[in-house]
Nanobody, 124 residues
């Protein structure tokens, strides 16, 4: 079992900054991609940004230049620094991780897990 625990978020002001973190724990063999998705009220969940184990990133156009993702491989943790916040950034933010879990001696099983979600509200 692999679990994600998110922290951070809350209430921010337009033009301000907030940060999120997400730590993975459990029987992890390797983590490939870790990232953040968000879901605003009445909308579908969408990709915010993802980072792979080698540091490659994929960033949604809507947050490019404002949000920065980073990860600490030693801590199995991913971070999201959100700057120049806009009211339209208001959403529940979900951490996502994909990789390989230890399933037995010399045996791995692929996994994809989601965090519980953390609310980010940006006031104008």
């Amino acid at each position: 079992q692999v679990h994600l625990v998110e922290s951070g978020g809350g209430l921010g002001q337009a033009g301000g900054s907030l940060s999120l973190s997400c730590a993975a724990s459990g029987r992890i063999h390797s983590l490939n991609a870790m990232g953040w998705y968000r879901q605003a009220p009445g909308k579908q969940r969408e990709l915010v940004t993802v980072i792979t184990s080698d540091g490659s990133t994929n960033v949604a156009d809507s947050v490019k230049g404002r949000f920065n993702i980073s990860r600490d491989n030693a801590k199995n943790t991913v971070y999201l620094q959100m700057n120049s916040l806009k009211p339209e950034d208001t959403a529940v933010y979900y951490c996502n991780a994909r990789g390989w879990a230890i399933a037995g001696e010399n045996l791995q099983r692929s996994f994809e897990v989601w965090g519980q979600g953390t609310l980010v509200t940006v006031s104008s």
